[in-house]
């Protein structure tokens, strides 16, 4: 289990980038992240990796996370994290290298199904390509949590549709996935519970069977959640209609 | 050495060619200079040391260690050269995409700092144990055109004096 107890992060004038977060993530669970831009997501998910500083705590089942168990967490993000001047069976030989639990079976599954070459450098690759590979790399690692961090910014519909089938297809019980994306109605047939931040907080937590028995769909609760007035767009048409007449 | 084997050693994909190069100039360039200043310099002890035997002018000569540091002092910037190597090596992970964040969660510890130093600080430390063989090498040179009543002191002695 992974608990973050008051976590909070502050950057040189950002103050409260998050604060005060805690949460509890149980093995197993698909965990979509949601918020803003700014909202926090991405600073979230780096401290949980101990890419960045914070006050607070994060534990994996109940240990600090150190070089013991961060294996035990990977991590796609749209930055990309992989070598652009190696190929793809060199991060295979890298990760076998450097990461006991890599599952080459799985690799080797991922990149025939994506039909990504592997031996071309990954800076020839399409974003697309990139994107998809940085995934593969996630999933591969045979890590208990893994994280995404809008892993499918620039991939068309189709790619990311036959993503989401490969993801629910692969991942194994104990597999939990945090997945942080504006694609809402495109995740939320699969997340079994929402996160919702919002300038550094946490303004709602929702499991997909509350929302199924509230016969609330995701969007709408997000919209609740975050107070969206329906009227925005039309209010402001008719205030920049009215300059314009104005003018 | 197989390239391959050096390229364990320094960023992923960034391979060793950089380092090599440097290295490989600096030593070159470093062992040139201090073959010509060194001749140079002995060069111009032996008229001083021709003045103090023919009695013409009373001069001290300077020192072998006040000598060879002229000429092997370079070996001392190009090794020092090597931080900028360390620099670019971290830096790399920034270029193109964010590999940092892969090699900042890597279960070992050390991997990114050994990929980043491990050639600049071997590179190093052979340029400067060249530049001390060189030392040894041109000792000779010196002691064959010390006059009389310039006794030498032992090795060690005469290269810190």
């Known amino acids: ?247 | 050495m197989k390239k391959l084997e050096l390229d364990r050693h320094c960023p992923a994909g960034m391979g060793s060619s950089t380092a090599v190069a440097y290295y490989t100039t600096t030593f070159l360039l470093g062992s040139f200079y201090a073959a010509v200043n060194y001749s140079l310099q002995i060069q111009r002890l032996r008229r001083m040391a021709w003045d103090i035997t023919s009695g013409r002018h009373e001069v001290a000569l300077p020192t072998f260690h006040a000598t060879v540091e002229q000429a092997l002092f370079p070996f001392l910037l190009f090794a020092l050269g090597g931080l900028v190597l360390v620099g670019l090596n971290y830096l790399y992970h920034y270029q193109g995409s964010r590999s940092i964040y892969l090699m900042r969660r890597l279960p070992r510890r050390w991997e990114l700092l050994r990929r980043c130093t491990t050639l600049p600080l071997a590179g190093g430390v052979l340029l400067l144990v060249w530049a001390l063989l060189l030392a040894l090498l041109f000792r000779p040179f010196y002691l064959a055109i010390l006059p009389e009543g310039y006794e030498a002191a032992g090795l060690i002695a005469v290269f810190w004096r």
């Open chain 1, 1 to 247: 289990m992974l608990e973050l107890k008051q976590v909070s992060k502050s950057y040189y004038k950002v103050d409260n980038a998050l604060n005060c977060v805690s949460l509890t993530i149980g093995q197993g669970e698909i965990v979509g992240l949601f918020g803003e831009n700014g909202a926090g997501k991405t600073t979230l998910i780096k401290s949980i990796l101990g890419l960045l500083r914070f006050k607070g705590e994060i534990t994996l089942d109940g240990a600090p996370i150190d070089r013991k168990n961060i294996g035990r967490l990977s991590f796609a993000t749209s930055e990309h994290s992989f070598f652009p001047n190696l190929t793809a069976r060199d991060h295979r030989d890298f990760y076998q290298q450097q990461f006991d639990t890599f599952s080459d079976k799985r690799f080797s599954g991922l990149m025939e199904f994506f039909a990504l070459p592997w031996d071309k450098a990954l800076r020839s690759f399409s974003t697309g390509q990139k994107n998809q590979f940085e995934v593969i790399l996630a999933l591969s690692q045979g890590a208990d949590y893994i994280f995404m961090d809008e892993p499918f910014a620039g991939n068309d519909v189709f790619n990311r549709e036959d993503f989401y089938k490969v993801l629910l297809g692969i991942l194994e019980p104990h597999e939990t996935v945090l997945l942080s994306t504006h694609l809402i109605e495109e995740v939320s047939a699969f997340i079994s519970r929402a996160v919702l931040i919002r300038k550094g907080e946490i303004i709602g937590d929702v499991s997909a069977i509350d929302l199924e028995e509230t016969g609330i769909t995701l969007m709408d609760y997000i919209k609740k959640t975050y107070h969206y007035r329906p009227d925005r767009v039309s209010r402001a048409l008719e205030t920049l209609g009215g300059e314009e007449e104005g003018v």
